[in-house]
């Protein structure tokens, strides 16, 4: 028996190098491996985008480009189902029972719900006694709406409606994942089942790639001047490259990098030979290196992997009727899981025919 791996990716807008070297590029690689011991469903979380920015003229185009961005990028719907979240109606009934199980302040403890909703309020600092009142507090302008709180219900019923159980996510999301096992736990022993079973992260192997951002600190995010998408085109690449933060340069040999330099040298040694790593490191270390050379040799190979992703998701992304078999067929496939998963539910937990 093959195991489901699954995961999913916000439709909030178009993805970036980080997206690409950390999942997209692994989930390639995973589909394509003939011995695999998975079956793999890809999918844009439109429903989760809407907890934070509901924006109608924007939601289609994000979910639009994600999906051009995953089949540019090699993921193949006659190998992996890609599918789009609304599209699985099954979702929305299993995520409304499931909430029946989930704790008011399980949720409110969760730490990305405690982030966004300071957002949500314009609150700053950490102090959490405080945000709990003002959640509570809040007038209709600044509210925290609900289906942000319940967003990792929202998130286990992805994973357990498809019966995964392998899900490849960052840091920033094993305590979702952690609710996610939690919650099939109380299921089960509440209704004296073993119907779910636990997901647990899934471990791609090898050295985690993280891809570092060019603001000199922490790891690529959507942050102004931060990012290189995958759309980037080669001027506006370039540039960011070019600015990328730096320091005044090694005064003395053998000097330790700042942070910023050493990201540099992360993303070189990600798109870049040994031999130019090489280069660059012994540069650093006679003292003798010139940024900018870097950030050209590094823009330069940056491109040579985002171009031709760039030139295939334009093709897709203006060829709607292509797209559109995609997702059909897609959605067809995870609602064949999504209806039996819900049918047990519903009968479990005590919603039976007539
Ligand atoms: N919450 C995830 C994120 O922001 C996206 C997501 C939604 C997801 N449902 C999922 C990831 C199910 C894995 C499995 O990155």
């Known amino acids: 028996m093959k195991e489901i791996v699954l995961s999913g990716i916000r439709a909030t807008g178009q993805l970036h190098l980080g997206n690409y070297y950390g999942a997209l590029s692994k989930f390639v690689k995973m589909q394509n491996d003939p011995e695999s011991k998975y079956i793999n469903y890809f999918f844009i979380a439109d429903l989760h985008a809407l907890t934070t920015a509901p924006e109608p003229d924007k939601l289609h185009e994000n979910v639009k480009s994600i999906l051009a961005e995953y089949l540019a990028a090699g993921l193949d719907p006659e190998k992996s189902t890609i599918f789009v979240q609304s599209d699985v109606p099954e979702i929305p009934e299993m995520y409304l029972l499931l909430n029946m199980h989930v704790g008011?302040?399980?949720?409110?403890?969760?730490?990305?719900?405690?982030?966004?909703?300071?957002?949500?309020?314009?609150?700053?600092?950490?102090?959490?006694?405080?945000?709990?009142?003002?959640?509570?507090?809040?007038?209709?302008?600044?509210?925290?709406?609900?289906?942000?709180?319940?967003?990792?219900?929202?998130?286990?019923?992805d994973i357990l409606i498809q019966k995964a159980t392998k899900v490849p996510v960052g840091k920033d999301q094993e305590q979702h994942l952690e609710l996610t096992r939690r919650f099939a736990r109380r299921?089960?022993?509440?209704?004296?089942?073993?119907?779910?079973?636990?997901?647990?992260?899934?471990?791609?192997?090898?050295?985690?790639?993280?891809?570092?951002?060019l603001d000199g600190s922490g790891k690529m995010g959507k942050s102004e001047g931060n990012c290189i998408y995958l759309l980037d085109d080669e001027k506006t690449l370039r540039k960011?490259?070019?600015?990328?933060?730096?320091?005044?340069?090694?005064?003395?040999?053998?000097?330790?990098?700042?942070?910023?330099?050493?990201?540099?040298?992360?993303?070189?040694?990600?798109?870049?030979?040994?031999?130019?790593?090489?280069?660059?490191?012994?540069?650093?270390?006679?003292?003798?290196?010139?940024?900018?050379?870097?950030?050209?040799?590094?823009?330069?190979?940056?491109?040579?992997?985002?171009?031709?992703?760039?030139?295939?998701?334009?093709?897709?992304?203006?060829?709607?009727?292509?797209l559109a078999r995609v997702v059909k067929a897609g959605a067809e496939k995870a609602r064949e899981n999504a209806s039996k998963t819900l049918r047990d539910v519903r009968e479990i937990m005590g919603i039976r025919p007539f």
């Open 187 to 213: 299921f089960n022993s509440f209704y004296g089942v073993d119907y779910f079973s636990e997901p647990a992260n899934f471990d791609f192997g090898g050295e985690p790639v993280k891809v570092p951002g």
């Open 240 to 322: 960011k490259v070019m600015r990328a933060v730096t320091d005044e340069g090694p005064k003395v040999p053998n000097s330790p990098m700042c942070e910023a330099v050493q990201n540099l040298f992360t993303l070189l040694k990600i798109v870049s030979t040994p031999d130019k790593v090489q280069y660059f490191t012994d540069a650093y270390n006679n003292c003798s290196i010139r940024y900018g050379d870097l950030k050209k040799e590094i823009a330069e190979d940056i491109l040579k992997v985002t171009t031709p992703i760039r030139e295939r998701i334009i093709d897709i992304q203006n060829d709607d009727a292509y």
């Open 104 to 157: 008011i302040g399980e949720l409110m403890r969760t730490a990305s719900f405690k982030d966004k909703a300071r957002k949500m309020l314009g609150l700053t600092g950490d102090n959490d006694e405080n945000i709990e009142k003002e959640i509570i507090g809040a007038n209709t302008n600044k509210r925290v709406n609900a289906g942000l709180l319940t967003y990792p219900t929202l998130m286990a019923v």
